[in-house]
């Protein structure tokens, strides 16, 4: 994998021959898999070498997937280790709400002898993966053909929801991490006024993350099923019992026309257009706006880019800005883990 000239990132240590040939563990950190992957960085870039899954609910802690993963594998002398964490990371440590575990790089270092070891919340370190892709991971929803001079930002809907943006220094994107799928949701219409009080009355402070997220599709399709009461066939029901929820939405809308589930997908997207809007108006993102995460590449192919488009650059004051902006969605699943390599193999304080 190559840097993508689309993507100029600030990593310092590109030039420095010493970061050549060094083997490196990836891995990103998720509630439901931990993918590792074993890199060899070269040429300002990185080969990766071998990629495993592990169900993160089978292990007590992260030593113990990365114990297996190196024994698996049989690898020795690894010299650095990339953790893509779901949360925020401070000072080296972090202890993310759907991992359970308390996460100390410092701990990782010392007991597997890294001679170097990072760790980054996933979305910034997505946003380094950004620069491994190639043209086909991106799928144009209205661009003017390249990024734009600016900042850039990255929304992500999945098991959470992930923010992230890119300083633009004048000459380099500097990747950084956010918390602003915490911030809270606010509803515009009288239905939506409707879902909040659904969701306040669950979770008392709505966030984003209660709305855009697998959770949050959820709780679009039962405000719809129990408040609304828009029926659902019983054989979807059975389905979800027994299936991904979100790709058995996805199919009933698409392969069969429930109408719940249709109507479920145009809020989540409408959502999804309106907090677009608010985080690049708030990072003034005047370079792009990437789209990642499991829903919209699994919902891809039933989005209206025209529809969200149009939805994203409603705005009081701001249209004329926010109507020049490129969009994109993220088709490659594996920036988290290839940007955190990329991240421990170039970057220098």
């Known amino acids: ?116 070891a990072d760790m980054l919340n996933d979305l910034e370190a997505s946003a380094y993966g950004m620069a491994l ?3 086909s991971d991106l799928d144009p929803i209205y661009t003017s053909g390249h990024l734009e001079n600016g900042n850039v930002t990255i929304l992500a809907p999945g098991n959470g929801l992930g923010e992230a943006g890119y300083f633009f220094d004048g000459k380099y994107l500097r990747p950084f991490a956010t918390e602003g799928g915490h911030s809270e949701f606010s509803p515009r219409t009288n239905v939506e006024v409707e879902f909040y009080q659904f969701l306040n009355n669950i979770y008392g402070i709505v966030s984003w993350e209660n709305v855009l997220s697998k959770t949050g599709l959820f709780n679009i399709y039962r405000f719809l099923r129990d408040v609304k009461r828009h029926p659902e066939p019983e054989w979807l029901a059975d389905r979800f019992s027994n299936g991904n929820f979100v ?32 985080l690049t108006l ?35 004051k701001m249209e004329e800005m926010l109507r020049n902006i490129p969009i994109y969605l993220i088709k490659n699943s594996n920036t988290g883990l290839n940007g955190a390599a990329l991240y421990t193999a170039y970057y220098q304080d």
């Open 1 to 116: 994998m190559i840097l993508n000239p689309k993507f100029p990132l600030y990593l310092p240590g590109v030039k420095n021959s010493s970061n050549d040939n060094v083997s490196i563990i990836g891995a990103n950190l998720r509630e439901d898999i931990t993918s590792l992957g074993f890199f060899v960085s070269s040429n300002g870039g990185l080969e990766i070498k071998i990629q495993n899954i592990y169900p993160t609910k089978e292990y007590a802690s992260f030593t113990d997937i990365l114990k297996k993963f190196i024994e698996d594998n049989q690898l020795e002398n690894v010299k650095r280790l990339a953790m893509a964490v779901p949360g925020p990371v401070i000072n080296g440590k972090s202890h993310p709400a759907r991992l359970g575990w308390d996460l100390d790089v410092e701990e990782y270092k010392r007991d597997f002898k890294f001679e170097k």
């Open 133 to 135: 892709l190639e043209d």
């Open 247 to 278: 790709e058995e939405l996805f199919k009933a809308a698409v392969e069969e026309d429930v109408l719940i589930c249709k109507i479920a997908l145009d809020t989540f997207i409408e959502f999804l257009a309106r907090e677009a809007n608010n």
């Open 282 to 316: 708030k990072l003034k993102a005047t370079g792009g706006l990437l789209i990642s995460g499991d829903i919209p590449q699994t919902i891809q192919t039933y989005m209206d880019k025209d529809k969200f488009y149009e939805k994203f650059k409603i705005s009081d």
